[in-house]
């Protein structure tokens, strides 16, 4: 009991990379939001472009929870298997 809840713990230390693009999604919304509420464009990139990149930042961000959730996975099978054979 008290190694699962220590694994669980340690799973979302790990994740960097998910918050990452948790925030570049989140940041280039807000960008999005106010471009196309003053209509204007920043560096050429209409407010399109920026809700194009949120889009693609929380896609990431879902793929990298997923991966996440299928290594703990494989991980808790692993262990099973493994105290099955014993």
């Known amino acids: 009991m008290v ?18 693009f948790r925030m570049l999604g989140t940041i280039c919304l807000i960008v999005g939001v106010i471009t196309a509420a003053l209509d204007v464009k920043f560096g050429g990139f209409a407010p399109i472009h920026f809700f194009l990149l ?7 961000a879902i793929c ?11 991980r808790k099978d692993q262990s099973y298997r493994s105290r099955k054979r014993n």
């Open 64 to 74: 990298g929870i997923l991966l996440r959730i299928k290594i703990l996975m494989e």
């Open 54 to 60: 949120a889009f693609a930042g929380f896609v990431a």
């Open 3 to 20: 190694r699962n809840i220590l694994e669980f713990t340690q799973f979302p230390s790990k994740t960097v990379s998910i918050l990452i």
